[in-house]
């Protein structure tokens, strides 16, 4: 017997001497087949089999022997084992497409799941707009001197004050001196989302950035830090008095947002106005124009999201091109949806608390598969990679292509 | 001598029977004469479970003295909570679906002390009536048990006083009369010295086992009552209650919390027996303040977060009700009762660089009105039937951010009982019964940190059906009851993120977080009693089966309850080894045995991955809701009850050892990480207890 002060109990610990004493515990019920399926637009796609194993046991047991298919309306697709526990299905699912997995098992067992890819071309649409008006002071030069002008930088719009101000006064310049954590973004018409970036150094490593935080009001909250994004914290002095004023006045508006853990998840954004133009960029060009828009921040129709740069290392004699942010937006299924935030909230517990049965959690594990336990899901991510320079832009920088019109 | 010595050698004696002793004794509460008639000729508890503070106090409990829930947990049909907790599931039912109220006041937080004793001091107590079925039509608003305390009218002949102490409480009671004869007050205080009992206790525990840095309790009530008995047919009576408990504790020098539930209720109460055509006439208004709070402080990377959280219950009820003799041998009552109450559950603000946010606020109120009457006939020593039968208008949203709107539920009772031979018989009960509020419990301790909300359109009222048929008999010293109830429940509540029950983000979006769902329990029930001028004892056993089914829970499959314990048994003794005017010793023991709970444990595992995450996380699995019972519960109790009488002062002392047999009984179980299994975590060893009460 040991003895022992479990924290749950903390007013009764002073008075009374617990003791723990050991037991045994085995999974009741039938053996279960644990499922993992996540559809990407790939051509390969990947089923993991397992066998759900008794808590204590870190081995994973995989399941030797099952016949595998993806299915649509008019094919059926089989899967091939390459590996212990895993088939890959030779097929790219087609946007808005519903595709069903089947699973047979040597015993006669049968498992099945369903699942539809998220339409890409609603998932997010990105807007050019002028971002002229931020400069409240000097709009009407702006507007005197030159067109209203819009900046693409590979294919998502790197927005801020002490980015157009490097626009207006360093044209040919291609480094910059201090970060810029602030990136805003139009986000349309998407299912469920998840943001989340990445620094890209100049050593090619790719470091993720641990928080975030946005002023868009359908973010989920699950997983917010106790952390408060504070711009002075990132704010590195140029030697420009001007440009540093418009830098701290830009990003100082955002103090106070709370950051979230590794990523954003947005809910669905409602409609969008009819007034803008979808631009894409084409290669060789680095400017487009659009007209008729104003942005209106309170609409939701733009949100701001800031990230702690804490883990990155900038260093200003490099090339433009080597330091770069990349910002990824996945796009998830429904299913796939509540898994995430299930594996999310309990990664945190097994960073944390202890499990204990004090408290008897909700057992309804997010899952849509039918005869076992697991999930079949889809996901569709676009990356966009933001880069410092003004007078580069790069395209999609990772695996996807941007859409067309 | 030779007495004394073979109490001290013998360790099962007998406790002091509770039943059936009322026809000497006047009470004046809200229970209609005719009930009472009518249990005084059938001879038998027509009333369910009767109990008296004298005999209360006797059961064992940790503060050295029992209180009403410590004795009915001990009843047939009754399942216990957590250890050492004042909670009670009756028939299947959950905690929150009993009603404990006081002169008709339901009381919200009834424990003190995280479950140890309930906040109503014994000496305020005339009786506690504790019915299971066959309710009267003036009861309503819960699906499982009325636990009803009716309280002292004071002296009005003479000052007496009586001053109590254990450890954890320490209280005083004082009645006097203001106008003998006619005009009475009593006024009662309890405090509990379990802060300054740490702060004493803290040098002799090794550091490294001290899990507190710091712990302050505040914890306490007040009574105060002032009667006016105008003539022999008409009382009047004002009283107020208060209850507070309030735990400050630091775990370290980044995190302090501060929890703590208070009560306070005002009650009015008028009683008329002179009215030619009423044989009683009754009307009392009352209002009852309810708060649950915590307060969370953590510094966070350099930030101090602040947070806290109030839930609160405000309520206000004006009823009436009248009775008619019908006949020779029935009688009608009748009445209405009108109840409003505001409901702010899980309000919170969080303190900030500029100051404390303004609560968040989540009111909404309902009004709860009730028209009720039974009609009851009896042929003394042979029959007795009552139908009992409430309409209950129910209005909701009002007031608040919820949606509005309103219902209207029929219910009722049905009591019949028929005496096969004098002074035995046959029971039935029925029982149709509407809740309009669910009570999310979260931690199984019977702590009033539960969270109160009002029924509405997405949580609609608590239902429930049951049945009870049996045999009873009242043979002299000998008393026994046995049957068999059914009972169906509808639209009970699972709260599903009890694991962050305590965070704010989880608290504010709690609407979300609620299944509903039924639940069925079944089960024998059998008591036996037997009170002799120097032995006795009494036995009780249950087998009861109970399960709850929410579509959305448990892939849709039934599971057990968590205190479904299928075997409940209890025995309990009283030896009065002395009895003389001036001095008296008696020894009892108390014995239970019950059916471990269930417990919800991950039992399996399974890997899962994040998006853009190349290692898998090994994620815990449940294979089902309360898939893992916990080992029987077994305690075995005993202690010596001395009182000693002088002309002026009476002292009473209880000494004795609670789990006298050290069994280790699982509270919970936790997950050792770092030796890979699962133990259970006990909380009460072998402990001595001791009280003292002096009465003038």
């Given at each position: 017997m040991k003895r022992v002060f479990p924290p749950v109990v903390l007013l009764l610990a002073f008075l009374l001497l617990a003791c723990s004493d050991p037991v045994e515990i085995a999974w009741k019920g039938e053996r279960q087949v644990s499922v993992y399926c996540i559809l990407t637009r790939d051509s390969l796609q990947t089923v993991r089999l397992s066998w759900v194993s008794s808590l204590k046991d870190g081995k994973e047991e995989w399941v030797d022997d099952a016949q595998v298919f993806i299915r649509d309306k008019g094919y059926a697709y089989p899967g091939k084992k390459v590996n212990a526990g895993e088939w890959a299905v030779s097929m790219t699912p087609e946007p808005g497409k519903t595709y069903w997995l089947e699973i047979h098992l040597p015993d006669g067992k049968e498992i099945s799941a369903e699942t539809s890819c998220p339409d890409e071309r609603i998932l997010i649409d990105v807007d050019v707009y002028q971002p002229a008006i931020w400069l409240e002071e000097e709009e009407e030069n702006i507007r005197q001197k030159q067109p209203p002008?819009?900046?693409?930088?590979?294919?998502?719009?790197?927005?801020?004050?002490?980015?157009?101000?490097?626009?207006?006064?360093?044209?040919?310049?291609?480094?910059?001196?201090?970060?810029?954590?602030?990136?805003?973004?139009?986000?349309?018409?998407?299912?469920?989302?998840?943001?989340?970036?990445?620094?890209?150094?100049?050593?090619?490593?790719?470091?993720?950035?641990?928080?975030?935080?946005?002023?868009?009001?359908?973010?989920?909250n699950f997983n917010v830090t106790k952390k408060q994004y504070q711009s002075e914290d990132y704010f590195s002095p140029s030697g420009n008095e001007l440009?540093?004023?418009?830098?701290?006045?830009?990003?100082?508006?955002?103090?106070?947002?709370?950051?979230?853990?590794?990523?954003?998840?947005?809910?669905?954004?409602?409609?969008?106005?009819?007034?803008?133009?979808?631009?894409?960029?084409?290669?060789?060009?680095?400017?487009?124009t659009v007209t008729d828009f104003k942005p209106v921040e309170s609409a939701n129709k733009y949100f701001t999201v800031v990230g702690s740069f804490e883990n990155a290392v900038f260093d200003k004699n490099v090339g433009p091109d080597d330091e770069y942010t990349i910002l990824y937006f996945s796009s998830v299924s429904k299913e796939y949806d509540r898994y995430l935030k299930y594996v999310y909230e309990r990664k945190q517990k097994a960073d944390g608390d202890m499990l204990t049965s004090l408290y008897s959690d909700n057992a309804n594990i997010p899952g849509n598969i039918e005869g076992g336990t697991g999930i079949f899901g889809a996901i569709c991510v676009k990356a966009f990679a933001c880069h410092r320079s003004i007078n580069r832009f790069t395209g999609n920088m990772v695996v996807y292509e941007p859409p067309r019109l | 001598?030779?007495?004394?010595?073979?109490?001290?050698?013998?360790?099962?004696?007998?406790?002091?029977?509770?039943?059936?002793?009322?026809?000497?004794?006047?009470?004046?509460?809200?229970?209609?004469?005719?009930?009472?008639?009518?249990?005084?000729?059938?001879?038998?508890?027509?009333?369910?479970?009767?109990?008296?503070?004298?005999?209360?106090?006797?059961?064992?409990?940790?503060?050295?003295?029992?209180?009403?829930?410590?004795?009915?947990?001990?009843?047939?049909?009754?399942?216990?909570?957590?250890?050492?907790?004042?909670?009670?599931?009756?028939?299947?039912?959950?905690?929150?679906?009993?009603?404990?109220?006081?002169?008709?006041?339901?009381?919200?937080?009834?424990?003190?002390?995280?479950?140890?004793?309930?906040?109503?001091?014994?000496?305020?107590?005339?009786?506690?009536?504790?019915?299971?079925?066959?309710?009267?039509?003036?009861?309503?608003?819960?699906?499982?048990?009325?636990?009803?305390?009716?309280?002292?009218?004071?002296?009005?002949?003479?000052?007496?006083?009586?001053?109590?102490?254990?450890?954890?409480?320490?209280?005083?009671?004082?009645?006097?009369?203001?106008?003998?004869?006619?005009?009475?007050?009593?006024?009662?205080?309890?405090v509990s010295p379990i802060g300054l009992v740490y702060k004493a206790v803290k040098p002799m525990i090794k550091q490294n086992q001290l899990l507190l840095d710091d712990f302050g309790a505040l914890a306490g009530d007040a009574y105060g009552k002032l009667t006016w008995r105008k003539d022999v047919d008409n009382d009047l009576s004002l009283s107020f209650f208060g209850s507070q408990d309030r735990y400050a504790f630091t775990m370290n020098e980044t995190s302090s919390d501060v929890l703590g539930w208070s009560n306070l209720l005002a009650n009015l109460s008028w009683n008329n027996r002179s009215i030619s055509c009423l044989k009683t006439l009754h009307a009392d208004m009352s209002f009852?303040?309810?708060?649950?709070?915590?307060?969370?402080?953590?510094?966070?990377?350099?930030?101090?977060?602040?947070?806290?959280?109030?839930?609160?219950?405000?309520?206000?009820?004006?009823?009436?009700?009248?009775?008619?003799?019908?006949?020779?041998?029935?009688?009608?009552?009748?009445?209405?009762?009108?109840?409003?109450?505001?409901?702010?559950?899980?309000?919170?603000?969080?303190?900030?660089?500029?100051?404390?946010?303004?609560?968040?606020?989540?009111?909404?109120?309902?009004?709860?009105?009730?028209?009720?009457?039974?009609?009851?006939?009896?042929?003394?020593?042979?029959?007795l039937a009552r139908f009992a039968f409430r309409g209950n208008a129910f209005a909701y949203g009002l007031g608040g951010r919820t949606d509005k709107g309103w219902m209207f539920h029929p219910e009722g009772s049905l009591l019949l009982r028929w005496n096969f031979i004098r002074k035995a018989g046959l029971e039935v009960t029925v029982d149709a019964l509407t809740q309009y509020y669910h009570t999310l419990e979260g931690i199984p301790l019977g702590w009033s940190l539960d969270m109160i909300v009002s029924s509405d359109a997405t949580l609609p009222p608590e239902r429930a059906l049951q049945g009870y048929m049996g045999a009873y008999g009242n043979l002299g010293q000998h008393l026994f009851r046995a049957g068999a109830f059914y009972k169906k429940m509808r639209n009970l509540v699972y709260y599903g993120k009890a694991t962050d029950f305590f965070n704010a983000v989880s608290r504010a979006g709690w609407h979300d977080n609620i299944n509903v769902g039924e639940g069925t329990s079944y089960g024998l029930e059998f008591l036996y009693e037997?009170?002799?001028?120097?032995?006795?004892?009494?036995?009780?056993?249950?087998?009861?089966?109970?399960?709850?089914?929410?579509?959305?829970?448990?892939?849709?499959?039934?599971?057990?309850?968590?205190?479904?314990?299928?075997?409940?048994?209890?025995?309990?003794?009283?030896?009065?080894?002395?009895?003389?005017?001036?001095?008296?010793?008696?020894?009892?023991?108390?014995?239970?045995?019950?059916?471990?709970?269930?417990?919800?444990?991950?039992?399996?595992?399974?890997?899962?991955?994040?998006?853009?995450?190349?290692?898998g996380v090994r994620l815990p699995l449940i294979s089902s809701l309360n898939n893992y019972q916990l080992p029987a519960y077994i305690r075995w109790d005993g202690g010596v009850h001395l009182a000693i009488a002088g002309k002026a002062v009476k002292h009473e002392v209880n000494i004795g050892v609670y789990n006298i047999l050290n069994r280790h009984n699982p509270f919970m179980l936790r997950y050792n990480a770092e030796l890979e299994q699962w133990e259970t975590i006990s909380l009460i060893p072998v402990l001595p207890y001791i009280s003292y009460r002096v009465l003038f």
């Open positions: 002008l819009a900046y693409e930088l590979g294919v998502c719009q790197f927005f801020n004050e002490s980015f157009y101000r490097q626009f207006k006064e360093m044209k040919g310049a291609t480094t910059m001196h201090h970060v810029m954590p602030g990136l805003v973004f139009l986000l349309k018409d998407s299912v469920c989302c998840y943001i989340s970036a990445a620094f890209h150094g100049r050593d090619g490593q790719l470091t993720p950035i641990r928080y975030l935080a946005t002023n868009h009001k359908e973010s989920d440009r540093d004023r418009y830098d701290r006045a830009s990003f100082s508006k955002y103090n106070g947002l709370v950051m979230h853990d590794s990523f954003l998840r947005i809910e669905q954004t409602r409609d969008y106005d009819n007034g803008v133009r979808n631009v894409y960029p084409v290669s060789g060009h680095a400017f487009s | 001598m030779r007495k004394i010595l073979l109490s001290l050698i013998l360790l099962l004696t007998d406790t002091v029977l509770i039943f059936a002793q009322y026809q000497d004794r006047e009470i004046r509460d809200t229970l209609q004469a005719a009930v009472k008639e009518a249990r005084r000729n059938v001879g038998l508890y027509s009333e369910g479970y009767a109990l008296i503070p004298v005999k209360t106090r006797q059961v064992t409990s940790l503060l050295g003295e029992g209180d009403a829930v410590k004795y009915i947990q001990t009843l047939p049909g009754v399942s216990t909570g957590g250890e050492g907790g004042s909670a009670i599931y009756v028939r299947g039912g959950n905690m929150g679906s009993n009603l404990m109220t006081l002169d008709g006041m339901p009381i919200y937080g009834v424990s003190h002390l995280l479950g140890l004793t309930t906040i109503i001091p014994e000496d305020v107590v005339a009786e506690t009536v504790f019915l299971a079925g066959g309710f009267p039509s003036e009861d309503g608003n819960f699906t499982a048990s009325h636990i009803r305390l009716v309280s002292k009218d004071g002296n009005f002949g003479r000052t007496e006083a009586a001053f109590s102490a254990n450890p954890f409480l320490l209280g005083g009671w004082i009645s006097a009369p203001i106008v003998k004869g006619s005009a009475s007050a009593q006024a009662v205080i309890r009852n303040h309810h708060v649950g709070s915590q307060r969370q402080k953590t510094l966070f990377e350099g930030a101090l977060n602040d947070f806290l959280m109030r839930s609160v219950i405000d309520e206000l009820t004006v009823s009436g009700s009248a009775t008619i003799e019908t006949g020779l041998r029935s009688n009608l009552q009748f009445g209405i009762k009108v109840r409003g109450a505001l409901f702010n559950p899980a309000a919170s603000s969080v303190m900030g660089e500029e100051g404390r946010s303004s609560l968040l606020d989540t009111r909404s109120g309902t009004l709860l009105a009730t028209l009720h009457g039974q009609w009851e006939y009896s042929i003394p020593d042979l029959f037997k009170e002799g001028p120097v032995l006795s004892w009494r036995a009780s056993y249950t087998w009861s089966k109970s399960d709850r089914f929410f579509p959305d829970l448990n892939e849709g499959r039934r599971f057990p309850a968590k205190y479904d314990r299928r075997h409940i048994a209890h025995l309990a003794a009283d030896w009065k080894v002395l009895q003389r005017a001036s001095f008296s010793l008696d020894i009892s023991s108390q014995f239970t045995y019950q059916s471990g709970s269930w417990d919800t444990l991950q039992d399996g595992s399974l890997t899962g991955w994040f998006i853009g995450e190349k290692d």
